[in-house]
């Protein structure tokens, strides 16, 4: 029976017609973080950019050598403010560099 209905013509008009705007509204109508890693890679089909597993592997890096350096300092109040600091001004001077090569 229902084989029947979904075979008319009527049904299936209306079904190739109404479908394009129902998934538009239904995208439309989710909150997605387009920032987030889910969105990225659902809408790539890649399960991380290479530039996250950079900074990632660089914050692990800023946080042995601060280890190293000045033990128990992960224990201290600013150590989170610290490693973003020093994040910080690698990547300040990594783009400077860039841009004196640039200018070359």
Known sequence: MFNR????KIVRTLKEQ???KLRWLNFVNKTINKSSSDY??????VGELKSSADE?????MVRQ????E????E??????????AVIHNYKKKQLQAMDEMEQI
């Open 40 to 45: 990225i890679s659902m809408i790539s089909g």
């Open 5 to 8: 209905i979904k075979n008319l």
């Open 65 to 68: 050598q601060l280890k190293e």
């Open 56 to 60: 990632r592997k660089l914050e692990a």
């Open 75 to 84: 224990k201290s109040k600013s150590y989170e403010l610290l490693v973003d």
């Open 70 to 73: 000045f033990p128990n300092i």
């Open 18 to 20: 109404i479908s394009p």
